[in-house]
């Protein structure tokens, strides 16, 4: 049996819900098994979780690769065992730190970046989650992880001086754990800082304002109107230039197989060569989206400039 839907979801994850959760509470919801998450957010954290449906779930591993946005606020003065507040506090500090000292405290953590992953998260070492020792009490060493920070903007300041809060704005890759950021930003002040609230505001193409809740999915579905919402596999890469393959080889298409660039429909006139073409239009390597001629998706294909062919990079056309 097909799977009901297909595609991509971009979930607003309530605070309380584990990432895992959402996923359950989304099977059950629509009934269908064949349902992953693109990255992890903690318990406490909100915002941006997009879940991958029946044939999207061949993106789950790319999706994961994208880059990511996110609001914190941050308390300094404070160091916590998990990084944020709902840790157990490990020491407390006096707080002496003026706005330029902030701005340039947070603006040396732009660009590569070596993090060590903190004790409370899902990495695992020697065949144990790093959160599963942290519990029994233990701390491992770990290896520093390149990641790389866009851009970070502080949002607010306003609170500093009183309650040693600031919220910024953090543009990252994959991989950043948020949480240690804000840890090494009180690191770098001397005064220790721990995460007070996090919110994932884009990964990829999908944004905030797009995202529904589950109670949201679930009335969608009631009035049947929850397709309106799901994004075909193809939304994440619209940056790819579109090819439509001419019907008589439609065959090849449907079942996996390459096909040539004379297979394509093309403006060009016919006394264009296959292998004139190819050179001029396409690159080694150079990947685009691929649809039949009535406008059926069928996935990424990259052109191979040794065999002038087309390959399946990853196929999403299921026989109804």
Not at 81 to 96: A, C, F, P
Not at 143 to 171: C, G, N, Q, W, Y
Request: hydrophobic share 35%.
């Amino acid at each position: 049996m097909s799977n009901k839907y297909n595609g991509l979801i971009n979930i607003y994850k309530e605070p309380g819900f584990t990432s895992n959760d959402v996923v359950a509470k989304l099977r059950g919801i629509l009934k269908q098994k064949k349902i992953g998450h693109t990255g992890t957010l903690d318990p406490d954290a909100v915002g941006v979780l997009v879940v991958c449906l029946g044939t999207g779930t061949r993106l789950v591993e790319m999706l994961t690769d994208h880059d990511k946005e996110y609001i914190a606020v941050v308390r300094l003065g404070v160091v916590t065992d998990t990084q944020d507040m709902s840790g157990k506090i490990l020491s407390e500090s006096r707080v002496n730190v003026s706005r330029d000292e902030l701005h340039e405290a947070v603006q040396a953590f732009c660009g590569d970046y070596d993090q060590i992953p903190p004790m409370y998260s899902a990495i695992k070492q020697n065949g144990k989650k790093l959160y599963e020792l942290a519990r029994q009490g233990l701390e491992v060493e770990r290896k520093p992880r390149r990641i790389h920070i866009e851009a970070i903007k502080i949002l607010d300041d306003s609170h500093l001086d009183d309650e040693h809060l600031f919220t910024m704005e953090v543009k990252c890759s994959k991989g950043t754990y948020i949480r240690t950021l804000c840890n090494d930003i009180g690191d770098r002040l001397g005064c220790g800082a721990a995460m007070q609230h996090l919110t994932r505001t884009c990964v990829g193409a999908f944004h905030l304002e797009d995202a529904v809740t589950l109670s949201q999915v679930e009335k969608m579905r009631d009035e049947g109107t929850l397709c309106d919402i799901i994004r075909s596999p193809e939304y994440i890469f619209k940056d790819l230039d579109p090819l439509h393959v001419r019907d008589d080889f439609r065959v090849l298409l449907e079942n996996g197989n390459s096909f040539r660039p004379d297979n394509v429909l093309c403006e060009d006139p016919e006394s264009v060569s296959d292998k004139e073409y190819a050179k001029e239009m396409f690159k080694d390597r150079d990947a685009f989206r691929v649809y039949s001629q009535d406008g059926t998706f069928f996935g990424i294909y990259r052109y191979d400039g040794r065999t002038r062919r087309f390959n399946v990079d990853k196929f999403f056309y299921e026989k109804e």
